[in-house]
């Protein structure tokens, strides 16, 4: 899978262009301005660890987090003369791609496709403008950082916004979604060209700044910069070599993978004991801060996703790095990769964008993720934030049920199910039974502390940590380490919560009342007539929330994601092929079907020639219209709560598909 993390700097004294632990806010108002605050393909050979497995909660908070701050629009129209492209839109572009990436609906892409055209339309070649030289290049300069306003066009910026408009053209060619139609009636394969061309083009436009030893530079003739002809800090030539890897999955060429190799041999390079300096060289101090490190990370991953540079045990190492030295507790990270100061508000939060590790350690997942339950809400307007639910949502894993090594806990009322036991000692353990030892899982904990509490999972031999819980009431999770996939009891994997100050009762938790996975309850219909709206109100059961997709569908079919109901207009005789997905915390159901759509009655005498191929209309590529798509309307927050709809929704809505050939979507699927 793809993804992206993302320097951004404010006030850098050798004027970066970037801002430091800035991330760009909308204000409730809709006025644009800056405020203090920082912010896969994955490697196929670990990807037992990284399947996206569709559990749905993460879902349903970034797509509410998407469309608060002004439906959805975000910074579309602004330029990047403050840098708000590349540290505020580029996260809400990027943000769209692992939520497709997460669960494939076209109109993910759609919302892509409008974010990326305003950007373009703000691209210096095409609005005419001039940077310090007087050229007017495929870039978008900043005036921000340089004295008297000087115009220029900063690498890492370039990186930034490019970087999710190539993906879109990466995942359209995976997902065979190229006859699709995006908001302004072009093909969703058209849309993809352009960006194509588009990123290759910026590429382009920083080729003078490339030296053969590995790296990208500040322009030399830009003398009013600080640090004018100095190779750049390792994240911002690593921004630019993330659009160089995806470029080369899209074209080939071997010069893009030339010079992302160099780039990552370069940081690799740089490492001790998976710790670096934001400039590189011998390490020192606490390192990198954690917001621009995390680019560089994301780097890295997408490297050793090509079997390129890093290997499977440095993304270990990375992911150590963030267990031992980030993460302190689920209210505490460190604001540097080597530990050091804490809780920076312009760093904790751009723990988020850690979230590529999760393949390597589950622990990483939930530690971000008892941290942004707790801590930073829906409706943010942080583009960051957005970015941080996006990967949330792209990695959710699948909810485990939790039982008691019963001689640790005290019942006070056996027959009551669900309610709470106490430990009874230090070191109270409790156990899940994963679905398969070699896939994570996460528990879900309702739980009482009064002291600190640390979770440590057992592999026969001893214990490894897991979590660190300050006290509190309320909702944890708990990852499985299948890593670790130790028996120990029943079936069971064994979790211990160690309270190193137990003086009578310890951690209380609730009592387990059971996972109820879904099922799809309805019957789809089997025939259709050209033209004429092919509605499926479908119902479902299980444990709310629900989340409505279509693994398999012809070109312009769609499905309410809150309530169920399948659209679809077909235009050609032929044998429709669909998939229907229902997923919640618990599991996933599908059910296939085919409509059958015959030829018209004209009249005539039947010949039994046909102009369309039958065979091609249960695809994604064919099937479609002549006709636009019209504008979804937005499911209310209401649809979480349902599994089950009655609407009769037409026009078709642009809704959702499983995860399942966005490129490693193959290789991920064995492992869902």
Request: contains cysteine; proline residues 5%.
């Amino acid at each position: 899978m793809f993804y992206f993390g993302w320097v951004f700097l404010k006030g850098f004294s050798f004027s970066s262009g970037t801002r430091t632990g800035s991330d760009v806010y909308l204000s409730r108002n809709g006025e644009q301005h800056a405020k203090m605050f920082s912010m896969r393909w994955l490697l196929s050979w670990i990807l037992l660890f990284s399947a996206p497995v569709h559990a749905t909660e993460s879902w349903w908070t970034f797509h509410e987090s998407y469309h608060h701050p002004g439906g959805g629009d975000w910074y579309m129209g602004t330029d990047n003369s403050e840098a708000i492209l590349a540290w505020g839109e580029s996260y809400v572009m990027s943000g769209l791609t692992a939520m497709f990436r997460a669960n494939p609906d076209p109109y993910w892409l759609d919302r892509l496709a409008r974010h990326a055209d305003a950007a373009l339309a703000l691209r210096d070649d095409v609005r005419g403008v001039t940077d310090y030289r007087g050229v007017s290049a495929a870039c978008w300069q900043n005036t921000h950082y340089q004295p008297e306003d000087q115009a220029y066009c900063y690498v890492v910026h370039s990186g930034m916004i490019a970087t999710p408009m190539a993906e879109f053209a990466r995942l359209v060619s995976a997902e065979k979604l190229e006859n699709e139609l995006a908001y302004d009636g072009q093909t969703f394969g058209e849309k993809a060209a352009a960006y194509q061309s588009a990123a290759e083009a910026v590429v382009a436009a920083h080729d003078d700044q490339w030296n053969e030893a590995g790296y990208y530079i500040f322009r030399s003739d830009a003398s009013f910069l600080t640090y004018a002809g100095v190779d750049l800090p390792l994240n911002q030539s690593n921004a630019m070599g993330r659009l160089l890897l995806v470029l080369y999955d899209l074209t080939g060429e071997t010069e893009y993978r030339r010079k992302a190799e160099a780039l990552g041999e370069r940081f690799k390079e740089q490492l001790n004991a998976y710790r670096w300096n934001y400039w590189g060289g011998s390490y020192s101090g606490n390192g990198e801060d954690v917001s621009h490190a995390a680019i560089n990370v994301d780097f890295a991953a997408m490297l050793a996703a090509r079997g390129l540079v890093f290997t499977y045990a440095d993304m270990v190492g990375f992911s150590d790095t963030f267990m031992n030295h980030v993460y302190i507790d689920d209210g505490t990270f460190s604001d540097f990769v080597g530990g050091g100061p804490t809780n920076s508000s312009s760093y904790r939060p751009q723990v988020g964008r850690w979230l590529r590790l999760t393949p390597w350690r589950t622990s990483v997942y939930t530690a971000v993720r008892d941290l942004y339950e707790t801590h930073y809400v829906a409706t943010s307007s942080s583009a960051s934030m957005l970015l941080s639910w996006g990967l949330l949502a792209e990695f959710e894993l699948k909810h485990c049920e939790h039982f008691f090594y019963h001689v640790d806990w005290y019942d006070p009322d056996p027959a009551n199910e669900g309610d709470f036991r106490s430990a009874t000692a230090y070191g109270g353990n409790i156990l899940t039974r994963p679905v398969t030892l070699s896939k994570p899982c996460m528990i879900p904990l309702h739980v009482e502390m009064e002291q600190r509490i640390t979770v440590g999972q057992w592999d026969g031999d001893q214990y490894h940590r897991l979590a660190t819980w300050q006290p509190q009431t309320g909702r944890r999770f708990i990852p499985y380490e299948p890593k670790w996939p130790f028996v120990y009891h029943d079936g069971g994997v064994l979790f211990q919560f160690a309270d190193p100050k137990f003086t009578g009762e310890g951690v209380r938790v609730q009592e387990s009342v059971g996972l109820l996975a879904p099922s799809i309850t309805s019957s789809p219909p089997t025939i259709g007539s050209i033209g004429e709206p092919v509605s499926y109100a479908a119902t479902g059961e299980g444990d709310a929330p629900f989340w409505w997709s279509l693994a398999t569908f012809p070109t312009g079919a769609r499905v309410d994601r809150g309530t169920g109901v399948v659209s679809f207009v077909p235009t050609a005789p032929g044998t429709y092929a669909f998939t229907l997905a229902l997923d919640n915390d618990a599991g996933r159901a599908e059910q296939p079907f085919e409509v059958v759509v015959e030829p018209e009655d004209t009249g005539g005498p039947d010949t039994g020639d046909s102009d369309t191929d039958v065979d091609d209309t249960g695809s994604k590529e064919t099937g479609d219209t002549d006709e636009e798509e019209p504008k979804p309307e937005e499911s209310s927050c209401g649809c979480r709560g349902g599994g089950q709809g009655w609407l009769l929704l037409f026009p078709p809505l642009w809704w959702i598909r499983r995860f399942s050939r966005t490129g490693e979507g193959e290789r991920l699927r064995e492992h869902t």
